[in-house]
T-cell receptor, first 110, second 115 residues
Framework: QKEVEQNSGPLSVPEGAIASLNCTYS??????FFWYRQYSGKSPELIMF????GDKEDGRFTAQLNKASQYVSLLIRDSQPSDSATYLC??????????FGTGTRLTIIP | DTGVSQDPRHKITKRGQNVTFRCDPI?????LYWYRQTLGQGPEFLTY????????KSRLLSDRFSAERPKGSFSTLEIQRTEQGDSAMYLC?????????????FGPGTRLLVL
């Protein structure tokens, strides 16, 4: 079992709808989680991080963390074509180890 | 632009040659990471430094790979006797460690092609 799992997609969402991206992790010691967006051929760019159970909102983005169920999700409201990218979940295990998921490819359909 | 720079941005080399990549982190950041990413995969951790000390190396990192961060600022990643399987994007990230919140900022990457 991979330590951080994401549905590779592709996930297709109509423009203006809500895109929901999910990530599960295996190590209960994980402390914080990061969502990165990566456009094709580019390096990952940070969208947001979360380390407390519950929701965290930043503009059109909402991160949700449920440590009991060991999942973290990212919601994108009012999806735009520019949101089309691969979204990477990064889990911070304990004090040292950081592990990326394989990413979910999101396509926003105009 | 995150403030992390990498050089070169692209490198084409022949199998068996040595290559060296450089990463300049955000100046106040004390941690520096190297990752490798192949098409369709997430970044794979290779190694990281806290200041000048190399604290962890992935088992993915064979003896042909070596990294340094001699003065706790820039870092170099060298691959000796390159193989075609080394072709990938090599990403550098830096962070400032503060309690639980360690946010990594990535450089633009060095894309390596081994012929």
């Amino acid at each position: 079992q991979k330590e951080v799992e994401q549905n590779s997609g592709p996930l297709s969402v109509p423009e203006g709808a809500i895109a929901s991206l999910n990530c599960t992790y295996s190590d209960r010691g994980s402390q914080s989680f990061f969502w990165y967006r990566q456009y094709s051929g580019k390096s990952p760019e940070l969208i947001m991080f979360i380390y407390s159970n519950g929701d965290k909102e930043d503009g059109r983005f909402t991160a949700q963390l449920n440590k009991a169920s060991q999942y973290v999700s990212l919601l994108i409201r009012d999806s735009q074509p520019s949101d089309s990218a691969t979204y990477l979940c990064l889990s911070h295990f304990g004090n040292e180890k950081l592990t990326f998921g394989t990413g979910t490819r999101l396509t926003i359909i105009p | 632009d995150t403030g992390v720079s990498q050089d070169p941005r692209h490198k084409i080399t022949k199998r068996g040659q040595n290559v060296t990549f450089r990463c300049d982190p955000i100046s106040e950041h004390n941690r520096l990471y190297w990752y490798r990413q192949t098409l369709g995969q997430g970044p794979e951790f290779l190694t990281y430094f806290q200041n000048e000390a190399q604290l962890e190396k992935s088992r993915l990192l064979s003896d042909r790979f070596s990294a340094e961060r001699p003065k706790g600022s820039f870092s170099t990643l060298e691959i000796q006797r390159t193989e075609q399987g080394d072709s990938a994007m090599y990403l550098c990230a830096s962070s400032l460690v503060r309690t639980l919140q360690e946010t990594q900022y990535f450089g633009p990457g060095t894309r390596l092609l081994v012929l």
